[in-house]
């Protein structure tokens, strides 16, 4: 009797990030980190819950509320600045409700007294870019609806300064912010609210190009060399603008659309030196705004979402809520 009819084939392995995801031929997908959930919390001092951005669509976030600051307070509406939060992993892993996501954003909320929307947007590959693009806009705009204090959302109108309004990520989530931030600087793109600064921790910006210390580490920067065409099989050139934002053919930083920006590297990442380069560029480019760097000596990339209790991850933190905190410039 023919056997052949009753055997299976295992299917190859098509793409592999060791440690972040890996793609088989017959389009399954297994990941390997940002895959767990944890529920929001009511407990002191800081309140979370988790909303759908628009009742037609998946698009969805979890905001979070400092307690203290809006029980304590005799006259405490809209007097908290406003945080927009984009997560890392690569666009194609993690979330807003993973617990090293939701221990983060709920540190630097309890830290700065801010209100927070971590944004979850689609991934890649089910969804290549320009999807986590589309949903961190849709998003934004979802949040400057509130500006008169008409919006869906109950905390965002009680409790939000829209003076005061800021947009931070790690990785990706970084990468979003400044592409987002760069529509922004366009008046066709304006959206009735504007952004007084932005964070980007950790960027992920990349370039065919090897600059400062990329080479020394082959296999990293291999790595990292992939990982636009995966999740941008679209345009897959590492010099594509959105990935890419001092190349051929990237629009002038000039037009940021914010008043501040804060640039956070590590020394050990292997995106540091393009994180020094963006910090450069845009010193150098004709921006208005005020642009500084911190760098962080010792760690390695998104080191902060490991280790949170660390003296570093900690001091991290308050160079950020030192960052939303700030009296605005004054008006010109």
Request: aromatic share 10%.
């Amino acid at each position: 009797m023919d056997n052949d009819t009753n055997t299976t084939t295992t299917p190859a392995v098509a793409h592999d990030f060791p440690g972040l995801i890996r793609v088989f031929t017959d389009g399954r997908v297994q990941r390997f980190t940002g895959t767990g959930v944890v529920p929001p919390s009511t407990t002191h001092p800081v309140s979370s819950k988790d909303i759908t951005l628009h009742p037609h669509s998946t698009l969805s976030a979890r905001l979070f509320l400092p307690l203290q600051q809006t029980t304590t307070t005799t006259n405490h509406r809209n007097n908290l600045p406003l945080l927009v939060y984009f997560h890392g992993g690569g666009f194609c892993a993690s979330s807003p409700f993973t617990g090293n996501y939701h221990n983060y954003v709920t540190a630097v909320v309890a830290e700065a007294k801010v209100v927070a929307v971590s944004v979850d947007y689609r991934l890649a590959p089910e969804h290549p870019i320009p999807a986590a693009y589309e949903d961190s806009w849709a998003a934004l705009q979802w949040v400057a609806s509130h500006r008169n204090s008409t919006g869906p959302e109950p905390w965002l109108n009680d409790y939000v300064d829209f003076g005061r309004v800021f947009l931070a990520g790690d990785s990706a989530g970084a990468n979003i912010v400044h592409n987002i931030t760069m529509l922004l600087g366009d008046p066709a793109w304006d959206i009735g609210m504007d952004i007084l600064g932005v964070c980007l921790v950790h960027p992920y910006f990349w370039g065919s190009v090897r600059v400062g210390s990329e080479a020394l580490d082959p296999d990293r920067k291999a790595v990292v060399d992939r990982l636009w065409p995966f999740v941008c099989p679209e345009t897959p050139d590492n010099d594509d603008p959105r990935v890419n934002q001092v190349g051929e053919g990237a629009l002038s930083l000039a037009g940021l659309g914010c008043g501040r920006v804060l640039v956070c590297v590590a020394e050990k990442d292997v995106l540091r030196d393009r994180g020094w380069l963006y910090y450069n560029a845009l010193s150098r480019s004709g921006w208005m705004g005020v642009v500084e760097i911190e760098e962080t000596q010792g760690e390695g990339h998104a080191f902060h979402l490991y280790d949170l209790e660390s003296n570093k991850a900690q001091d991290l933190i308050k160079c950020l809520a030192d960052f939303f905190n700030r009296d605005p410039p004054p008006s010109i």
